[in-house]
C-alpha cells in the first residue's frame, strides 16, 4: 500500500485509495509528533535529514537521550503504521521511501521544475 503525505495548505496523511492508515498513532500528541516527523523528512527528499537535526527542530527541550528515544519511538509508531521499510537510512542520514509515500510538495516542485530539499536552495539575481 502506497500513503500519501500533504503538506501544502494542512498537514495529512492518507493512504492512496484515500483511507487514514489503520494502526494511527493513539493520542493527538503522538499524532502530531508523528506527521511532523514525515513532513521534516519529506521536506529533504534527495538527501534526507539526520538524527540530529530532527531532533534539534522536534525536541530541542529535552537532553539528548529523551530526545533521540523520542525520535526511536516516533519512527517506531510510524513504521508499524505504514511499513517497516517507510524510512530510507544512508550513513546518519534518513529519508522517506517513495515507493511507501508521496509528499504532495514534491509533484509541486517537479511541476515548477525546482528542486525539492531543504538543502536544494535557490540563485537569485540581485539586481543594481
Known amino acids: 500500500m502506497t500513503y500519501r503525505l500533504t503538506t501544502l495548505g494542512g498537514l495529512s496523511l492518507a493512504a492512496a485509495d ?3 492508515p489503520g494502526a494511527a498513532p493513539s493520542s493527538a500528541a503522538q499524532r502530531r509528533r508523528c506527521l511532523a ?20 527542530i522536534l525536541w530541542p527541550e529535552c537532553d539528548t537521550d529523551h530526545a533521540v528515544n523520542n525520535l526511536k519511538q516516533t519512527k517506531h509508531t ?12 544512508t550513513g546518519t542520514s ?12 514534491w509533484l509541486h516542485f517537479e511541476k515548477l521544475g525546482l528542486p525539492c530539499g531543504l538543502n536544494a536552495g535557490f540563485c537569485c539575481e540581485q539586481t543594481a
Open 37 to 56: 516527523l514525515l513532513a521534516l523528512t519529506a521536506a529533504d527528499r534527495q538527501s534526507g535529514v539526520t538524527a540530529e537535526r530532527v531532533i534539534g
Open 18 to 20: 484515500g483511507l487514514v
Open 78 to 89: 510510524l513504521r508499524d503504521a505504514l511499513g517497516q521499510d517507510l524510512f530510507i537510512v
Open 94 to 105: 534518513m529519508r522517506l521511501n517513495e515507493a511507501v509515500l508521496t509528499a504532495d510538495q
